[in-house]
């Protein structure tokens, strides 16, 4: 919400609708392409597909990273790609615009924060510096590593406004262009 009330300040007549499709404890490979509607790539465009009656997708919110670093040896269940962060997020949002045919759609991503459990996220560095490289046109990132948290990777309360608004920002950016 912090999102849309911060877009509304730029413009009061806007019509701001969101489609939810977060889900916590998530790696970029579990991002990648999947037509099933049972993944999350092809939940989140079923859902899009679902709203297009209701008014033109323009844009995408995404902020992922933190599973991605992980230590291997501490989520053994699943294959993690801290190095490859950035190649993967590239791909996905290549698809997206791709099957929403929206070749130039404005994608604001969030670079993961900080973290007091780097035993555990050893990746931790890695994923952030891999989230920098990201070279996409009609994209750009935010920064969260000034923002308070209220666990070992998850933000407050206040946090995650400054974030929505952070998230405003850089999206209206992207569409005054």
């Known amino acids: 919400m ?3 009330t911060e877009l509304l300040k730029y413009d009061p007549e806007l019509i701001v609708g969101l489609i939810p499709c977060a ?3 998530t790696t ?5 392409k999947d037509l099933s509607e049972d993944t999350l790539y092809g939940s989140c465009l ?9 008014g ?5 919110l995404f902020f992922q990273g933190e599973s991605d670093a992980f230590n291997p040896q501490a989520d053994p269940s699943r294959t993690h790609f801290p190095n490859q962060w950035a190649d993967k997020f590239i791909t996905l949002v290549k698809d997206f615009r791709q099957d929403l045919g929206k070749p130039e759609l404005p994608v604001v991503f969030a670079q993961i ?3 007091t459990f780097k035993k555990k996220l050893s990746n931790w560095e890695t994923v952030k510096a891999q989230q920098e490289t990201v070279q996409l046109p009609a994209t750009e990132m935010i ?3 000034d923002l ?3 666990d070992q990777v998850h933000f407050t309360t206040e946090s995650y406004l400054i974030i929505g608004k952070r998230f405003a920002r850089k999206f209206w950016k992207l569409t005054q262009r």
């Open 2 to 4: 912090a999102f849309a």
């Open 23 to 25: 889900k916590w404890d």
């Open 28 to 32: 970029i490979q579990q991002w990648q």
């Open 46 to 54: 079923k859902r899009a597909y679902a709203a297009s009656p209701m």
């Open 56 to 60: 033109e997708i323009k844009g995408i």
């Open 113 to 115: 924060g900080t973290t």
């Open 143 to 145: 920064t969260t590593d």
């Open 148 to 150: 308070a948290l209220q």
